[in-house]
């Protein structure tokens, strides 16, 4: 499984950026899909993640300004990311977990700054 991100950039707080990934090769059903952060200086944390039945998790940190969404024809997970703080500044990593087998994908940065 290969798993391309996309979608990160620089943005002024209080601004919005939308993230893919999509995933190509065997892909296994059901499956968790997720977007890990990584921040400098700290541990990957998990941001968002959903499963093939679309039941979502969230950090703490980012309920209500950020929604994780699929679409399973595409194989593709986004995070729309609402209300960007400096906080938020990180790698995105996209993460597949099915049947035992994690992949990860290369991350895409985001940078909150005005």
């Known amino acids: 499984v290969q798993l391309q991100a996309s979608g990160g950039g620089l943005v002024q707080p209080g601004g919005s950026l939308r993230l893919s990934c999509a995933a190509s090769?065997?892909?296994?059903?059901?499956?968790?899909m997720s977007w890990y952060r990584q921040a400098p200086g700290k541990q990957r944390e998990l941001a968002a993640a959903?499963?093939?039945?679309?039941?979502?998790q969230y950090a703490d940190s980012v309920k209500g300004r950020f929604t994780i969404s699929r679409d399973n024809e595409k194989n593709t997970v986004y995070l729309q990311m609402n209300s960007l703080k400096a906080e938020d500044t990180a790698v995105y990593y996209c993460r597949y977990w099915a049947n035992g087998a994690e992949y990860w994908g290369k991350g895409t940065q985001v940078t909150v700054s005005s």
């Open positions: 959903i499963r093939s039945a679309d039941i979502t």
């Open positions: 090769g065997i892909i296994f059903r059901p499956n968790l």
